[in-house]
């Protein structure tokens, strides 16, 4: 399973929303660049990135920053927020970073994804990210009353290549993932579901391990690596390529079900 790191912009700076909360942010560092390479050099694979300020204005607002940290680190990166155009998306897959994640269009403009997934194989993930099960759009600001696997079918069918699925109850509260809500996701699609939102432990990294094999291929972590409770490389070596040999035989995964 994939260990995704992320950096959430606003102002320029790497934040932490409380349950997606504009009013609820906290600064954990004023460079991301600075923090891009610290995930890198700790064996990040992918780094995950959101304009929070584009997610709200329907545009990109940290070009400059995603600009900056695509061009300091080698390790694939894919960006979120605000992507609600052909132009917008072309200007950041120029830029070198490697997956566009679109949300609101895909409630308001299925037509545009399936265009920007023809035009773009591979490099379109969706973001759905839900509250009580219905998506969330214009960055958390809007709910809908699209459901998140319905959303979900939709948009695989129209060729995207994966789903990056947050509750947003639990996002930036260190309250662990939705397993339920993954699991109804991941049976829903055959496209991999990437969760997010609530990661508070390696126990938490674990405990989606019993989902690996219906589609849950990878975990975006904020939060909890600012505040260390949880060390990057140590979730490496306990989810990622290679962690068989360091899980114990007898570990009972039923009991993160």
Partial sequence: MEVIPAIDLL??????????????SQIFN???VEV??????????????VDLDGAKAGKIVNLEAIAAIVEAISIPVEVGGGLRSLDTVQQLLNLGVRWAILGTVAV????????????????????????????????WLETSEVLATQLATQMQELGAAAVIYTDIHRDGTLSGPNLDALRE?????????????????????????????????????????????????????????????????????????
């Fill in 108 to 139: 308001e403009q299925p037509e545009l994804v399936q265009q920007l997934c023809q035009q773009f194989p591979e490099q379109i993930i969706i973001g759905i990210d839900a509250r009580n099960g219905k998506v969330a759009t214009r960055g």
């Fill in 30 to 32: 004023e460079n991301p």
């Fill in 11 to 24: 102002g320029g700076c790497c934040v932490r929303l409380y349950q997606g909360d504009y009013d609820k």
């Fill in 185 to 257: 996701m991941a049976e829903a699609i055959e496209i991999p579901v990437i969760a997010s939102g609530g990661m508070s432990s390696v126990t938490d990294l674990l405990s989606l391990l019993a989902l690996e094999t219906q589609g849950v291929k990878g975990a975006i972590i904020g939060r909890a690596l600012y505040t260390g409770d949880i060390d990057l490389a140590e979730a490496l070596r306990a989810v990622g390529p290679g962690r068989i040999q360091d899980i114990p035989p007898n570990l009972d995964f039923t009991s993160f079900a």
């Fill in 36 to 49: 891009a390479k610290q995930w890198e050099e700790q064996g990040a694979t992918r780094l995950h990135v």
